[in-house]
Nanobody, 123 residues
């Protein structure tokens, strides 16, 4: 079992930056691929970024490519999402998730989820 807790959300102006953290506890987190997703009311949860267990492979949604960076520190059992040049359309609840089967862009590939953290980008 893995428990995930996101932090770092809040209010930011358009063009600003924010870093989200996802702290894991429980079983060996370093063996899990990790992803970030986001969701707005009434819409599906969308893939944002993923990173392999080693950190050597990453993938991003086109909407955030070049602006967001996913990274991990396995010694700290933490995954990060650095978000730059934020836009109002980035406003959402952001979730981190862990996968036992490898990094993926697919929601159903992830076994464990955090509770989410709200990001609001004002124009």
């Amino acid at each position: 079992q893995v428990q995930l807790v996101e932090s770092g959300g809040g209010l930011v102006q358009a063009g600003g930056s924010m870093r989200l953290s996802c702290a894991a506890s429980g079983r060996t987190f370093s063996r899990y691929a990790t992803g970030w997703f986001r969701q707005t009311p009434g819409k599906e949860r969308d893939f944002i970024a993923a990173i392999s267990w080693s950190g050597r492979s990453t993938d991003y949604a086109d909407s955030v490519k070049g602006r967001f960076t996913i990274s991990r520190d396995n010694a700290k059992n933490t995954v990060y999402l650095q978000m730059n040049n934020l836009k109002p359309e980035d406003t959402a609840v952001y979730y981190c998730a862990a996968s036992t089967t490898g990094w993926s862009t697919t929601l159903s590939s992830y076994d464990y989820w955090g509770q989410g953290t709200q990001i609001t980008v004002s124009s």
